[in-house]
T-cell receptor, first 114, second 114 residues
Framework: AQSVTQLDSHVSVSEGTPVLLRCNYS??????LFWYVQHPNKGLQLLLK??????LVKGINGFEAEFKKSETSFHLTKPSAHMSDAAEYFC????????????FGKGTTLSVSS | NAGVTQTPKFRVLKTGQSMTLLCAQD?????MYWYRQDPGMGLRLIHY???????AKGEVPDGYNVSRLKKQNFLLGLESAAPSQTSVYFC?????????????FGQGTRLTVV
C-alpha cells in the first residue's frame, strides 16, 4: 500500500530564507511522487513530479525536490522564499491500483513573513 | 482551454436535501476522480472512474454516488446530505493509467450542510 507522511503541519520562514518541507513516503512499488500547491481559496497546481528519470527534480517557481530511496523521502526545497510562496503544500504518491488516483499527505501550511 | 470545470462553486444545503455536483473536462481524459478536502486531512478519494460508463469506490465513498455517462462529465451526488459532508470537493482528471501521469484539478466546490 502507498502512503505519504508530511512531517510538519506548519512551517514559518522569513522572506529570502530557505524553505524545507519534509515528506516521507511508503510504497510497495517504485513510486511516482508529486508536490502540489494550493493557494488560499484556489485549486491545486502541480509544482513538480518525480518520474525516476532523475533524483533531483526541478519544478516551477524555483522549487525542487530530491528523491532519496534509502531514506524514503521526497523533501521540497527552495533557496529563497518569496511572500507569494505562502500556501498549502501537498506531497502526493500515486496509488498503483485505481488508475492514477493520487494519495495525498495531510498538507503543510507555509507562512512567509517580511 | 478550460481544463476541469466544477459547478457550482458554492452551495448551502439543509440536512436531508440532495444535490449533484458536476465536473466537466475538455482534455479528453479517460480517468476522473472526486476528492473531498477537510482541514488537517489532505484530500481523500471519494469515487473515481477509469472510463465512460465505469465507476469505482475510493477511500470515503459512503453517502455519495457517482455517474459517468459521458466521457467528459463526472457527476457526484449526495442523496441525503449530512453535516459531516460539509467540505470542499475537488474533481480531477488524468490522461492515462501510467504512474507518472499527473492529475488536473478543478477549482473546487465549497459545500456547507446545515
Amino acid at each position: 500500500a502507498q502512503s505519504v507522511t508530511q512531517l510538519d503541519s506548519h512551517v514559518s520562514v522569513s522572506e529570502g530564507t530557505p524553505v524545507l518541507l519534509r515528506c516521507n513516503y511508503s510504497s510497495s512499488y517504485s513510486p511516482s511522487l508529486f508536490w502540489y500547491v494550493q493557494h488560499p481559496n484556489k485549486g491545486l497546481q502541480l509544482l513538480l513530479k518525480y518520474t525516476s528519470a532523475a533524483t533531483l527534480v526541478k519544478g516551477i517557481n524555483g522549487f525542487e525536490a530530491e528523491f532519496k530511496k534509502s531514506e524514503t523521502s521526497f523533501h521540497l526545497t527552495k533557496p529563497s522564499a518569496h511572500m507569494s510562496d505562502a500556501a498549502e503544500y501537498f506531497c502526493v504518491v500515486s496509488r498503483y491500483q485505481a488508475g492514477t488516483a493520487l494519495i495525498f499527505g495531510k498538507g503543510t501550511t507555509l507562512s512567509v513573513s517580511s | 482551454n478550460a481544463g476541469v470545470t466544477q459547478t457550482p462553486k458554492f452551495r448551502v444545503l439543509k440536512t436531508g436535501q440532495s444535490m449533484t455536483l458536476l465536473c466537466a473536462q475538455d482534455m479528453n481524459h479517460e480517468y476522473m476522480y472526486w476528492y473531498r478536502q477537510d482541514p488537517g486531512m489532505g484530500l481523500r478519494l471519494i469515487h473515481y472512474s477509469v472510463g465512460e460508463g465505469t465507476t469505482a469506490k475510493g477511500e470515503v465513498p459512503d453517502g455519495y454516488n457517482v455517474s459517468r455517462l459521458k466521457k467528459q462529465n463526472f457527476l457526484l451526488g449526495l442523496e441525503s446530505a449530512a453535516p459531516s459532508q460539509t467540505s470542499v470537493y475537488f474533481c480531477a482528471s488524468s490522461r492515462s493509467q501510467g504512474l507518472n501521469t499527473e492529475a488536473f484539478f478543478g477549482q473546487g466546490t465549497r459545500l456547507t450542510v446545515v
